[in-house]
């Protein structure tokens, strides 16, 4: 375990067995549907990735990765790479490694429900709840987590500690 981590808060079998677990459900609620899995980089790539495997339908994958804007604009972001493909008609799932304060999650929505896909509906990894600012459609949730600064399956600490296979809680020190 990196020195910067203090303790496992979801280990990796876990959130293998939930995956599979939401995949199937997805496949379910969406058969016969064209699926497009959009997430936003970087870290929602590792659970894209393992949620596409998971799910028993043919889906599309797109890629979005935003930036925010400068201090005092909350919930506005600036986008940095947008969807490569068209999604109207389409039925889009947002997979998201972690939502807090959901401000950006609901612009992006805002966003993407302007390009009138079939149905707009999100799924996220981890959900960090109690700092929850506006209401989302959450349609698939993994778990959720207290408020704590995680790491791994995606998450990083100055773009390190994203390849580990579970989700950690940092050392304090770690931050500083």
Do not use: W
Not at 43 to 52: H, K, S, V
Request: aromatic share 6%; hydrophobic share 50%; charged share 25%.
């Amino acid at each position: 375990m990196p020195a910067e981590v203090d303790s496992v808060l979801v280990a990796e079998a876990a959130i293998a067995e939930r995956v599979t677990e939401i995949g199937a459900q997805i496949g379910a609620d969406h058969a016969g549907d064209e699926v497009t899995l959009v997430t936003v980089l970087r870290g929602g790539l590792f659970f894209l990735a393992d949620l596409a495997r998971a799910i028993p339908l043919d889906v599309h994958l797109d890629f979005m990765a935003v930036s925010g804007y400068e201090a005092g604009a909350v919930g506005v972001v600036r986008i940095t790479k947008d969807l490569d493909d068209p999604i109207d008609g389409r039925h889009v799932i947002v997979v998201e490694d972690i939502i807090d304060t959901g401000l950006t999650l609901n612009y992006l929505l805002r966003m993407l429900k302007a390009r009138q896909p079939a149905g707009l509906e999100v799924c996220t990894l981890l959900d960090k709840d109690v700092r929850r600012i506006v209401d989302l459609p959450i349609a698939y949730r993994g778990f959720r987590i207290p408020d704590e600064f995680v790491v791994g399956y995606g998450l990083d600490l100055r773009g390190t500690l994203r390849n580990l296979p579970y989700v950690a809680r940092l050392r304090e020190e770690a931050l500083l």
